[in-house]
């Protein structure tokens, strides 16, 4: 595969990340992590809540440098925003002034691409994410998955080789969530870019993913282990999960995941009760 | 119920509802004309009788009166109509400069963490401060004209605006602006695109009361000391015990409020059309 010969599409090397809170004492989210996303790669990273999962992707992108260690995309070290790189947010981070049209070409004329081209190419993506007569609404006059579509076509228009995905579809209903977790997939399909998808659901992870990336509980999490998901493709996620491959690689990751959960929850209710008696 | 029977049922029930909510209109007009009339009505009735208090007080009659003699003859200082432009021309101008100003410093203050460091000390201690008696200063610097006004009416409206859109550009949705970026947006891009739209909402509201201001500076300023406008116009009437040319200024005042007032609401319609519908409830 030519992937596998040329640079990683994400690279992060024994990478850490501290930031100081409030109060003025340190917290350490992440510490000695190492991950490599390969070009074309569907990587999910799951761990229990509070775990640095979203601070890995905002070191990814740029937004975020980190306190040791080294991230680069595509062999080039990471130093401001991310020339081509995606990323859909867990809330809607679509600008409610714009209307769908002038939201999906942002991106574009942003760079300086002439409106015209610009608002050519957004009516293009706007119809291959199936909105094709929504152009002039505004945000608040569209669902929640409808928003989520918008966010997607606004990535996908700057044609980025590496999608970061923090949590997008935690706030869908159910149905909602496996129909657009499908489209994600034939949208995918098309450029096959590197893909970092955020999530505290293993089946969704599994479902979607070429890799799942397990992260210990935090603080300082790291990664605890890695599974590769060897499922065919093409896979209709509300139906792969009733595949008897499925369940096998489910409990095996669970396994590794169930520990790290029980310490984030027993950590979360300590917490709680400490600030109850403080 | 029937099948027959259930649209019949629908049609009556929304007319019902139309009839109840017309009733409920005419109902909530009527009571405010009945409060009118005996507001003014008493007033007329209380203070007709007695000529000590018409001249104290003034009379609603005597107010009518003395808006027909402004209208039809002018006032002793030329048209009435000259005195509404130069009051509305002041705190026009005055009401723009201030409104830049104060989105132009509000938004970069916010923006920029080192000059808010800098600078926010000054604004407190200048907005602690009784503003209106740089009225006196602006008067004695800049003479009798427009400029004192137009400086007084800055100097109100300024601050208002500031702190909203101050606010503003702080309290803008960190993922928006982390999105833009992505997406490829200069910071001057993320200034225009993200920061200023989204303090909008901040900044608008802030100019209903500002305009407010504006008029309280054109016509303090020209109480202060001036030519011609309507702050001088009570100011005379008030000198020469002319109590009905002091309400009839003020009523003046309250009819160009209420213009301004309907023209910001229009703008504030108009440019966050974006958002969704203001839940139903009472306006005011």
Redesign the interface.
Known sequence: MRAEKSKPAIELRRVAKRFTTDSGTPYTALRELDLTVAEGEFCAVVGPTGCGKSTMLTLVSGLERPSVGSVTVHGKPVDGITPGVGFVFQTDAILPWKSVLDNVSAGPRFRGVPKKDALESARDWIRRVGLAGFEDRYPHQLSGGMRKRVALAQNLITEPRVILMDEPFSALDVQTRAKMSDELLALWDLTRPAVVFVTHDLEEAIALADTVVVLTAGPAATIKARFPVDLPRPRVVQEIRFDQRFLDIYHQIWDALRTEVDIAYSQSTRLDTDRRAS | MTAQEAPIEVASVESTHRRAARRHRVLVHLTQVAVLVVIVGGWQLIVQGDSRSVILYGVPSGIVDRLWTWVSEGTAIGSLGDQIVTTLEEALIGFVIGTALGIVCGIALGRIRFLSEVFGPFIKVLNAIPRIVLGSVFVLAFGLGLESKILLVIVLVFFGVFFNAFQGTREV?R??V?????????RW?VTS??VL??AFTWIIASLHVSFGFALIGAIVGEFLGGYSGLGVLIKNAQGTFDANGVWAAMVIMGAVALVAELLITRLENRLL????ARLAGPDL
């Open positions: 949705d993922n928006f982390a999105n833009a970026s992505i997406l490829g947006a200069s891009q695109q993200v739209p989204s059309r974006w958002r969704p």
